[in-house]
């Protein structure tokens, strides 16, 4: 229907995001390829260009979306939130604080994580930041996400939420969030850094240590190899998505004084 957005694979398999609109056409050397012979159709239909040519429409996938959408900044890329999500156990109706939100690509794989039950909350120091984020979430989700909340709030002065399950840190200098973490996480949650320099990794893994509040602490970085499979050709691609960043996690627990402390209930 108008409004929506549909991805349009060429004979060849290129990927054209569009938005659906009655009197707009998608401009390819193969043709134009009107809008208004996709609307209505059903997933996967196909549809031809004026050269006679065969489109497929489909919905988009998340990773075809944030690949595409306006950006202002880089963006945590789909391999780097997808190995996120799985190490810090992110999970339905959890709630999950986002610094660091900028462009709002890993915020939409937050969302998709915690479902509707759950909620993300983002910290972002940057008004145009919130401002595009929003804008993102807004336009694939196809309206408002009920279950988001940006602050625009510097989180190394501390944090006003409470009762979270999951933090999420996208900034230059994660260590200096740590001393507001037993206020924040509750025991046996997940903090999680992403950080393009290893010494950055390096500094966030050492003060968590230090801290000696974290235990399974961990630091991955994905590379994505794709393979060309045709016939009998079977190889690996001449080009691979390599180092983007390096994922770092670590879950939060009691300190000793405050184990020694607790009272256990028969």
């Known amino acids: 229907m108008p409004g929506e957005l549909a991805l349009l694979l060429d004979p060849d398999g290129k990927r054209f995001l569009v938005r659906l609109a009655e009197l707009d056409s998608l401009h390819h050397h193969r043709g134009a ?48 939130a997808a190995n996120l999500v799985a190490w810090a156990d992110v999970a339905p109706g959890q709630r999950v604080l986002e610094s660091g939100v900028g462009s709002g690509a890993l915020t939409l794989a937050l969302l998709r994580a915690v479902g ?36 625009e709030r510097d989180v190394y002065a501390g944090l006003i939420d409470t009762e979270l399950d999951r ?9 200096r969030v740590l001393p507001h ?4 996480l509750r025991p046996g949650g997940w903090i999680a850094a992403y950080t393009p320099s290893i010494v950055q990794a390096s500094q966030f893994v050492e003060a968590t240590r230090a801290a000696r509040q ?15 499979i045709r016939d009998q050709a079977v190889r690996p691609e001449q080009q691979m998505v390599g180092h983007t960043g390096f994922v770092s996690v670590a879950r939060f627990v009691c300190d000793a004084r405050e184990r020694g402390s607790r009272t256990h209930l028969a």
């Open 33 to 80: 390829v009107r809008h208004a012979d996709v609307i209505g159709q059903p997933e996967g239909a196909q549809v031809r260009s004026s050269q006679g040519r065969l489109f497929t429409a489909v919905r988009p996938r998340l990773i075809d979306y944030v690949l595409d959408m306006p950006r202002k900044s880089g963006i945590v890329y789909p391999k780097d």
């Open 116 to 151: 509707d039950r759950g909620q993300v909350i983002g910290y972002e120091a940057r008004a145009d930041f919130i401002e595009l984020a929003l804008s993102n979430v807004h336009a694939f989700a196809g309206g408002p996400a009920g279950n988001l909340l940006i602050r």
């Open 167 to 175: 933090m999420v840190l996208d900034l230059p200098e994660p260590w």
């Open 181 to 184: 973490v037993p206020s924040a």
């Open 214 to 228: 974290y235990v399974q602490v961990e630091t991955h970085e994905v590379l994505l190899r794709a393979w060309h």
